[in-house]
C-alpha cells in the first residue's frame, strides 16, 4: 500500500514550506515583510467586491463547464483591445491560472513526454508537471544576461522525440524579465520548424513598465493553431483568492479536448465568475494606475538593492518580481536565517530562495527571488531592514 | 502537432452534451422538465448568501493550500457528530467534490494502473481517469438486485496486480443504492487483504431515507490508513456553483502527498469557504427538512414510475436518483426524442441516457438515470409527461 510515485514524486511548494518559520517569527513578535510571494497588496477593486455583495440568486447552482458566456465575452473584448481576434470559442474559464496550466499540460502531452521551459521558471509548473506526470526540460537562463533568451541554436538543443511543446512566461514570474519580439520570433519559427505546441502563460501581460508594450504570442498567425494562453485575473485584478483564469485557443481541437477536462470537474466557481465579469467591466483605465504604481517599487527595489556589494542585479521590465545573485552559498539557509536569527528593531524580511525556481540540480543556489508587492513606505523599510540582515549574515558566514 | 492521447481519450460528459438539444426545445417555447442532472431546486441557505453579502476583506487574497482552519475544524466536527474522530489535520478543502476524486486518483495510482469501481457510477470519475492516465476496473451490478455489491469472490476477481484502490460511493449516484454494513465489511476485508487503498465518495451522505443512517468507511478502524474520503458541499447544502469539497484521510504520508498537489493551485476559492463555513454552523436541524423533502419526492417518483409496463425498478434508499431499465433499445435515442420530437401542451422531461454511466461497452443501453430534484408539484408534472412521452414512444419503436 505505497502512495503512487507521481505522489511521491511531487516536490513540495518551495515558496510554502518556509512559511512555518515566518509564522513562528510573527508569534515572537517580530514584523515579516513578506517579499517572497506574489500576493499583492493592492486593494482588490470595488466592483469586484460589490459583486459579491450584490449576488441575488436562490439557488447557486452549476454554470456551464467552459464558464458563463458573458464573462468569456468580456475576456475576448479585453484581448480585441490589444488587436488580438478572439471570440468567446475560444476562451475557456478555469479555475484561476493553475488550472489553465493543468490543462495545458494535459493537452500538449501524455506521461513521459517533455515540455521545455526556460529556468528559473514559476515553481507550479513544477507541480502541474508532476500531477500530469510530463517531464519539465529545462533551458536554463542566467542572472548576468538579463534572464534573455538563448539563441535559436541553443533552445533547438533541448528538442527531443519527446519534445511536445514550449512554455514561455513573459512577463516572467520569477524574473521580471519581458521577451522582445525577435526573442519571441525565435520560439516562434521552432515551434513551426519541429511542430510544437505553444504555451504563453501571459498571466502579468498588465504589468510592462517604461512605457514598453507587451507582446503576446497570440499575435503570431503564423502558429495560431499551436498557440495556448494561460490567463488570470489573480494579479491582474488583484484577486488572487478568486481563483479564476482562462485558457486560450483558437485552435478547435484543443478547444474540444480542453473542455472534455473541463467538463469532468463541472464548472468554475459563479459566483467569483460574477467578480471577475465586474472587474473586467471597469474598462482599461484601472490598469494605468496599477502599473505606475508597479514602476514607482520596481525602481525603488531596484536603486536600494543595485549597489549591495556582490549583487548581480539586472533591471526587470515587468511583473513584480526581480531575482538577484547574493555572495551567498545557500538561499535556504540565508531566507531560514533572516526569520530565525535575525531582526532589526523587531523587523525582517522574507524573500524566496531562487532553488526552488530551478529544475536543474545545484543551479541557483545563491540567488533570491524578490517580489515588489508592498507600498512604497514599507518596501522602503523592507530594503533597509534586508540590506542590514544581509551584512550580519555575510559578517558570520 | 497533435493533442496528447490522453485529450483524444477523455469522452465529453455525456449528461452535458445533450444540453444543446434542451436549449433548442426551450427556444422554442417548450417547457422542460430537467431531471438529467444532480443540480437540485432547493434554495440555497440564507447564511451561505449572507456569507458572500458580508465578505469585508479588502485585499481577495491567497489563503492556505489546505484551506481555511476554521473550514477544516468545522467539517471535521461534523464527522466528529458521527462519532467520526476526525481533527482538521485530516482535511484538505479541495475545489468541489471533484479535485478531491482527482487528488483520490492521483495519490493512489500512476498511470496504467487500476481501481475498481462498482458500475453503473458518477460519470465525472472517467474523466479523471482518463485526466489522471489511470484505469477504472468496472464491477458490473445489475438494476435487478437493486444495484447491490456481488459476492466477495465476484468483487476478489476484479483484482489484478495492477489494483490500487476500490471505490464505493455511497449513497450512489446515479443507483441510490445505499450500501449495508455486510456489503462495506466485504470490500473493507478485501482492501485489507490485497493491500489496497479504499476510496469512498460520501457526498451524499445526509439523503438517506426511511430512518436508516449512513455508515462512513470512514468508521473501519482496521482500515484507518487505506481510507480517503470524497466530501463536498454542493448537495449537502444545494451549494453546486460554490465548488467547496475536501479530501479526508487519516493515513499522514497520503495526507502530505495531497497537500503537495494542493499547493500546485495555490489554494480553493477564498469567499466560497467562508460560504462553506457559514451553511455547516447552521448545525444539523438543517439536513432533517431537506432529507424529508427527498424522501417524499422519491416515494411520489417512485410510485409514480413502478407501474409502466416493462420497467425494471427497485426502490432506492438514499441520494436523489434512481436508475431504471425502459422497454427501449437506445436510451440515447429516446432521450434525444423527448427533446426534438414530443411535447405535451408544451411540456417535455429530459432524462439522462445510463449508458454513460457504464464503463462496459454495450451496458445500459436500455437504463435512464432520473433526478428527483425538483419540488413536488413539478415532479408529479413531469413523471406524466414522461409517462405519456414513453408510451408515444413505444408505439412508434
Avoid at 495556448?228 to 478547444?255: H, M, P, Q, W
Avoid at 494605468?288 to 549597489?307: A, M, P, S, T
Wanted: hydrophobic letters at 35%; one cysteine or more; a neutral charge.
Amino acid at each position: 500500500m505505497n502512495i503512487s510515485k507521481r505522489g511521491q514524486k511531487i516536490q513540495p511548494s518551495p515558496i510554502r514550506k518556509l512559511k512555518p518559520y515566518a509564522d513562528r517569527a510573527q508569534e515572537q513578535g517580530i514584523h515579516v515583510y513578506f517579499l517572497n510571494i506574489g500576493q499583492p497588496d493592492i486593494p482588490t477593486p470595488q466592483p469586484v467586491l460589490e459583486a459579491f455583495r450584490d449576488y441575488d440568486e436562490k439557488v447557486l447552482s452549476y454554470g456551464p463547464a467552459q464558464g458563463f458566456l458573458e464573462l468569456r465575452e468580456a475576456i475576448a473584448d479585453y484581448f480585441n483591445f490589444y488587436n488580438i481576434p478572439l471570440n468567446s470559442e475560444n476562451v475557456i474559464i478555469t479555475i484561476g491560472g493553475s488550472e489553465a496550466i493543468h490543462f495545458s499540460f494535459s493537452v500538449v502531452a501524455d506521461p513521459g513526454q517533455e515540455i521545455i521551459i526556460p529556468e528559473p521558471f514559476y515553481t507550479n509548473y513544477n507541480g502541474y508537471a508532476a500531477f500530469a506526470d510530463v517531464k519539465i526540460s529545462p533551458l536554463t537562463l542566467s542572472v548576468e544576461d538579463g534572464f534573455r533568451l538563448p539563441s535559436r541554436e541553443e533552445i533547438e538543443k533541448r528538442i527531443t522525440p519527446k519534445t511536445r511543446a514550449i512554455l514561455i512566461c513573459s512577463p516572467n514570474n520569477p524574473t521580471g524579465t519581458v521577451y522582445s519580439e525577435k526573442e519571441l520570433e525565435r520560439v516562434v519559427s521552432l515551434v513551426k520548424k519541429h511542430d510544437l505546441f505553444l504555451i504563453g502563460d501571459e498571466v502579468y501581460k498588465e504589468f510592462v513598465y517604461d512605457g514598453e508594450r507587451h507582446k503576446s504570442i497570440l499575435e503570431y498567425e503564423e502558429v495560431k493553431d499551436r498557440v495556448i494562453v494561460v490567463d488570470s485575473i489573480s494579479k491582474r485584478f488583484s484577486c488572487c483568492g478568486a481563483r479564476i483564469g482562462a485558457v486560450i485557443t483558437r485552435n478547435d481541437e484543443l478547444y474540444q479536448s480542453i473542455l472534455k477536462f473541463a467538463q469532468a470537474r463541472l464548472c468554475p466557481p459563479s459566483v467569483e465568475q460574477k467578480a471577475a465579469l465586474a472587474a473586467y467591466r471597469m474598462g482599461k483605465g484601472y490598469f494605468n494606475e496599477v502599473r505606475e504604481e508597479y514602476q514607482k517599487r520596481r525602481d525603488i527595489l531596484y536603486e536600494g538593492l543595485k549597489d549591495i556589494p556582490g549583487i548581480v542585479i539586472r533591471k526587470p521590465q515587468g511583473a513584480f518580481y526581480i531575482i538577484v545573485r547574493l555572495p551567498i552559498k545557500d538561499n535556504e539557509h540565508f531566507v531560514l536565517w533572516m526569520l530565525t536569527d535575525f531582526h532589526l528593531n523587531k523587523e525582517t524580511v522574507m524573500v524566496s530562495p531562487a532553488k526552488g525556481f530551478y529544475s536543474s540540480p545545484g543551479k541557483g543556489k545563491d540567488e533570491v527571488r524578490i517580489a515588489y508587492v508592498l507600498k512604497e513606505e514599507d518596501l522602503r523599510r523592507a530594503i533597509e531592514v534586508f540590506k542590514e540582515g544581509l551584512k550580519k549574515y555575510l559578517s558570520l558566514f
